[in-house]
């Protein structure tokens, strides 16, 4: 009489139950730390009253929200390289100070490029819905508001914010940070489309959408 090996039977539901886990764990511990973040540009917002605040605070706020109800990846990269590039796309700008030059110009054209940065980011996260990811994966490709102009409007974003950032406290540190950043958010797109370029609704995207990041230039 055949008995069967109920060990490895259990596997692949076990396989899926760990997957399931690690899915929460991770998407709660983003949501956390978007809410630290949010916490935070509250705070500066009612000791400065500076409008800069508030939008960064709903920035925060959606990033926590994204986190709570994205949908699973159909795939993601498992490789560490993009995870790093992720991570200093993402929070490289932490590294930022409010040190160094501070001009009258670049104090009002940095907070105006701020503003257009997170307008940018938040109709871009809005349009992304469930499809939020932190690496590169694959949850559904999105063509419509800000993706129907380019294909990583988000990460377009993060350098909009952070040269303005620069325009406000010229340093060679900050310049620093915003190449280092910005390389990682070059990095971080061609990551995705390569993981993405299998999909065949990904390739008819990036027929459509010529650009990935600047109009006319990449």
Same mark, same amino acid.
């Given at each position: 009489?055949?008995?069967?090996?109920?060990?490895?039977?259990?596997?692949?539901?076990?396989?899926?139950?760990?997957?399931?886990?690690?899915?929460?764990?991770?998407?709660?511990?983003?949501?956390?730390?978007?809410?630290?973040?949010?916490?935070?540009?509250?705070q500066?917002?009612?000791q400065?009253?500076?409008?800069?605040?508030?939008?960064?605070?709903?920035?925060?706020?959606?990033?926590?929200?994204?986190?709570?109800?994205?949908?699973?990846?159909?795939?993601?990269?498992?490789?560490?390289?993009?995870?790093?590039?992720?991570?200093?796309?993402?929070?490289?700008?932490?590294?930022?100070? @409010?040190?160094?030059?501070?001009?009258?110009?670049?104090?009002?054209?940095?907070?105006?490029?701020?503003?257009?940065?997170?307008?940018?980011?938040?109709a871009?996260?809005?349009?992304?819905?469930?499809?939020?990811?932190?690496?590169?994966?694959?949850?559904?490709?999105?063509?419509?508001?800000? =993706?129907?102009?380019?294909?990583?409007?988000?990460? #377009?974003? =993060?350098?909009?914010?952070?040269?303005?950032?620069?325009?406000?406290?010229?340093?060679?540190?900050?310049?620093?940070?915003?190449?280092?950043?910005?390389?990682?958010?070059?990095?971080?797109?061609?990551?995705?489309?390569?993981?993405?370029?299998?999909?065949? #609704? =990904?390739q008819? =995207?990036?027929?459509?959408?010529?650009?990935?990041?600047? @109009?006319?230039?990449?």
């Open positions: 009489m055949h008995i069967p090996n109920l060990a490895l039977a259990a596997k692949p539901g076990h396989r899926q139950a760990l997957g399931r886990a690690g899915r929460v764990l991770v998407n709660l511990a983003g949501a956390a730390s978007a809410a630290l973040f949010a916490r935070a540009s509250l500066f917002y009612l400065t009253h500076r409008l800069i605040g508030v939008a960064f605070f709903a920035e925060q706020a959606w990033f926590v929200i994204a986190f709570l109800i994205r949908r699973p990846a159909r795939s993601v990269a498992r490789t560490g390289g993009p995870w790093l590039l992720a991570a200093g796309g993402t929070f490289g700008g932490l590294l930022l100070r @409010p040190s160094g030059a501070h001009p009258a110009w670049g104090v009002t054209a940095g907070l105006a490029l701020q503003l257009l940065g997170l307008v940018i980011a938040v871009a996260l809005v349009t992304l819905g469930r499809s939020f990811g932190f690496v590169a994966a694959d949850r559904s490709v999105v063509t419509r508001g800000p =993706y129907a102009l380019v294909r990583h409007p988000v990460y #377009a974003a =993060y350098i909009i914010i952070q040269s303005g950032y620069l325009l406000q406290s010229i340093s060679l540190r900050n310049a620093a940070v915003v190449a280092f950043a910005t390389c990682c958010n070059v990095g971080r797109a061609v990551a995705e489309e390569r993981l993405l370029s299998s999909s065949a #609704a =990904y008819d =995207y990036g027929r459509r959408v010529r650009w990935r990041l600047v @109009p006319g230039v990449w």
